[in-house]
């Protein structure tokens, strides 16, 4: 089969983060069309597989499988390259946005368009909570576990009660959920060896582990690092997921405004390429040091490295793992947690934030049924929104 080098891969992926609008499902698309159908870099079930694994692991998912191609290339050169074409499109975007609204008077933030962009927040969580639902929570059991998970995150505010709602998921599922049945597995290789593999595994624990007791010591670039990492860290589903994770660590102790999160948040659902970049709006816009570009780079970097050492580490072992029946059922019951977190995000701090009034209700609604019923792309929406917003 074909090898890019490490160059093409950057061009490649660049191509792709210019264009690949419509969430991490749509990215998925375009990279089996570029790989698997046009370059034949691999085989359909090696793609499979690939996807496969992004989907057990935190962080986000269709970034992990830009890296783990890369990977699979040009090792760990081709991993960076990878993400750096796809991912810095969207993050130079949203940190150019970021020192837009920064420069405008912060009153219009609670008004005109940039409202409209909070009320497409609601249309576009509302559709992400609807199709997960549909795939991670099928059947009774699992709806429950959603339900008490959006409950208990609402109950035990913070990083502690989505925490705590992740790891009941996990126990619920272990020992009361059916496991998932998977497909026969085809060949998957990585460009590192287990060696190597062991000490990806090995940097991602001990910075899990050990930043947090330097962050406390009054360090506010590794405080800033921390808050990031952590959320890339434990965030299991990827996408919208990362919401409530990041409202817990920034918007909570104050670091930004609940207004300005939510109208960054809207603009991330007209850009390319991956929602993650949200942390480089976050990092740009924060009230604390460092922020600006600094603190965007910061936050986004922070946010993707733990993608980075999870892939190197757990591709090279990933056959072998996901034979493993225990690892399958907890996974069934942390997946339909994470269903729960987002129905809690989606109250607070979307639909509180959003709907603020009768109009912001119609207006929320006319986008869901645009994304739903008539299958509109969520850039468009957005722009929509955000005109709407200004009408209003």
């Known amino acids: 089969m074909e090898q890019l080098s490490t160059r093409q891969l950057f061009f490649t992926f660049l191509k792709l983060g210019l264009t690949s609008f419509g969430g991490p499902v749509a990215h998925l698309g375009y990279f089996r069309d570029e790989f698997v159908t046009r370059r034949k870099l691999m085989t359909d079930d090696a793609y499979a597989d690939l996807v496969a694994l992004c989907q057990f692991l935190p962080g986000p998912a269709s970034s992990q499988v830009g890296i783990g191609i890369g990977l699979s290339q040009r090792g760990l050169r081709g991993g960076l390259a990878a993400w750096c074409g796809f991912t810095l499109p969207s993050a130079l975007l949203l940190i150019l946005f970021a020192y837009g609204v920064m420069a405008l008077d912060q009153s219009i933030v609670r008004t005109g368009w940039l409202h409209g962009l909070k009320v497409a927040a609601v249309a576009v ?3 992400a909570i609807i199709g997960m639902a549909k795939t991670l929570c099928p059947d009774s059991p699992r709806r429950l576990v959603a339900v008490g998970a959006a409950v208990l995150s609402l109950i035990i505010s913070g990083v502690g009660g989505q925490m705590t709602a992740i790891l009941a998921g996990a126990l619920i599922g272990l020992f009361f959920l059916p496991v998932v049945q998977t497909d026969e597995l085809s060949e998957q290789h990585s460009g590192s060896g287990k060696k190597g593999a062991l000490v990806s ?7 899990l582990l050990t930043v947090p007791f330097f962050a406390a010591a009054q360090l506010p670039a590794l405080a800033v690092f921390d808050s990031f990492y952590r959320t890339g860290a434990l965030v299991f589903g990827g996408g919208h997921v990362v919401l409530p994770l990041l409202q817990a660590e920034l918007v909570d102790p104050g670091w930004v405004s609940k207004d300005l999160f939510m109208a960054g948040y809207g603009a991330a659902q007209a850009v390319p390429g991956p929602l993650f970049t949200f942390s480089a709006y ?7 040091t460092p922020n600006g570009w600094f603190g965007g780079l910061l936050g986004l970097g922070a946010i993707f490295l733990p993608s980075f050492l999870l892939m190197s580490g757990i591709l090279p072992f990933w056959e072998n793992l996901r034979r493993n029946r225990k690892l399958r059922k907890g996974l069934v019951g942390v997946n339909a947690a994470v269903v729960g977190l987002l129905i809690a995000a989606f109250y607070d701090p979307v639909w509180k934030s959003g709907i603020l009034s ?10 869901l049924g645009l994304l739903l019923k008539w299958k509109m792309p969520g850039w468009l929406v957005v722009v929509i929104c955000g005109i709407g917003g200004a009408i209003l």
């Open 282 to 288: 976050l990092g740009t816009v924060m009230k604390n």
């Open 125 to 127: 969580v509302a559709q």
């Open 201 to 207: 595994l090995l940097i991602f624990f001990l910075l």
């Open 358 to 367: 009768i109009g912001d209700f119609i207006m929320a609604a006319i986008a």
